[in-house]
């Protein structure tokens, strides 16, 4: 992994494991099965291809999944996570966290899972599958969704 400034880093191909600290820093995985960690700070994440693994930590972060398996924890703060392909898995973390998946609503099926209404959602569309927790609000192109529902919902097309 390359250092370009003091808080910003860009990894290779390669798999690679990158720690941040408390300040903000930009942190790109590329290619890869990477496992990037922003620790405190409002930082940004980016997985980009390959299997990733991707912490918030504290802070209010942008996080982009990228292509592959993911899994993205936003960690304490207000995080912005975008989804764009893959099977992945994200939990906000505390704080009022907000998700990002391309397509409009009528594109995705919704199921909710877990024991408590509210605890666990699984998202699909086409091959992708997307299964969240602690998210509160999810973005789709054609409108945004509340995810702080309060009742059962087996499944449904939103």
């Known amino acids: 992994m390359r250092k370009l400034r003091k808080e910003t880093f860009i990894g290779t191909n390669g798999n690679e494991t990158f720690r941040g600290d408390a300040q903000n820093e930009v942190i790109r995985g590329n290619g890869g099965n990477d496992s990037l960690n922003g620790a405190g700070g409002n930082d940004r994440l ?15 972060d942008r996080i982009l999944d990228g292509d592959g398996n993911d899994r993205v924890f936003g960690g304490a703060g207000d995080d912005y996570i975008f989804i764009t392909a893959g099977e992945d ?17 009528t594109d995705w099926l919704f ?8 605890e666990i959602y699984v998202l699909q569309r086409g091959d992708q599958l997307v299964t969240i ?16 529902w309060h009742g059962p919902l087996i499944s449904a097309f939103i």
């Not at 898995?89 to 409009?104: K, Q, S």
């Not at 199921?111 to 509210?118: A, C, H, K, S």
Request: glycine share 24%; no cysteine.
């Open 89 to 105: 898995f994200v939990d906000g973390g505390e704080g009022a966290d907000i998700i990002r998946l391309d397509g409009d609503t």
């Open 133 to 148: 927790e602690n998210i509160e609000l999810a973005i789709f192109d054609d409108k945004s969704v509340s995810l702080e």
């Open 46 to 60: 980016s997985g980009d291809d390959g299997d990733d693994v991707l912490r918030g930590g504290g802070g209010d």
């Open 111 to 118: 199921m909710q899972g877990g024991d408590d209404p509210g």
